[in-house]
T-cell receptor, first 114, second 111 residues
Framework: NAGVTQTPKFRILKIGQSMTLQCAQD?????MYWYRQDPGMGLKLIYY???????DKGEVPNGYNVSRSTTEDFPLRLELAAPSQTSVYFC?????????????FGPGTRLLVL | DAKTTQPPSMDCAEGRAANLPCNHS???????VYWYRQIHSQGPQYIIH???NNETNEMASLIITEDRKSSTLILPHATLRDTAVYYC????????????FGQGTTLQVKP
């Protein structure tokens, strides 16, 4: 298993540009998540999905959009990049069994908006 | 999910046990205690979880007090590679999809 994969690893965007961060998992997990982590800070939940076709907002959804058309993929879309979106973005997936939910994280995408 | 409180930083000598505390005084009956760690620049990594009983796996031990209001993660023989930020999370299945990470404890293992 590759686990959770993310592309690209690093990207520089100009203000106002758009991009999609890709995330895929091959563990057949129902749940997927997007977090952002600013320098020296903890992780903040952007969006999450409990299954294909179902998404919901996390703590900091403004400026982002997501879709979940398949179990495997959960892309994150930035429509109009702003310097405040400079961050490291982590995707994660999990499977809830018997009340226990363990998350597996990807390696992250570093985004710089100039 | 219940709020958790952790010290911002701790030091530990290499080869000694590292004991990381966490307070979760408002934890509800169906919430598990989870520990994750994040080594510099990498994605967080699951370590261990528990509900009421103490737990041990190949990475660490988790001690939960009888009233479940606090817990301690124990790394029995810390190595330099254990230097990381450690996150304690109280989470229940009723909040599926909303695992919230706090600030964590930065553990520095020193030679």
């Amino acid at each position: 298993n590759a686990g959770v994969t993310q592309t690209p690893k690093f990207r520089i965007l100009k203000i106002g540009q758009s991009m999609t961060l890709q995330c895929a998992q091959d563990m057949n997990h129902n749940y997927m998540y997007w977090y952002r982590q600013d320098p020296g800070m903890g992780l903040k939940l952007i969006y999450y999905s409990v299954g294909a076709g179902i998404t919901d907002k996390g703590e900091v959804p403004n400026g982002y959009n997501v879709s979940r058309s398949t179990t495997e993929d959960f892309p994150l879309r930035l429509e109009l990049a702003a310097p405040s979106q400079t961050s490291v973005y982590f995707c994660a997936s999990s499977l809830e069994t018997g009340g226990v939910e363990t998350q597996y994280f990807g390696p992250g995408t570093r985004l710089l908006v100039l | 999910d219940a709020k958790t409180t952790q010290p911002p930083s701790m030091d530990c000598a290499e080869g000694r046990a590292a004991n990381l505390p966490c307070n979760h005084s408002t934890i509800s009956g169906n919430e598990y205690v989870y520990w994750y760690r994040q080594i510099h620049s990498q994605g967080p990594q699951y370590i261990i979880h528990g509900l009421k009983n103490n737990e041990t796996n190949e990475m660490a031990s988790l001690i939960i007090t009888e009233d479940r209001k606090s817990s301690t993660l124990i790394l029995p023989h810390a190595t330099l590679r254990d230097t990381a930020v450690y996150y304690c999370i109280a989470h229940g299945s009723s909040n599926t999809g909303k695992l919230i990470f706090g600030q964590g404890t930065t553990l520095q293992v020193k030679p």
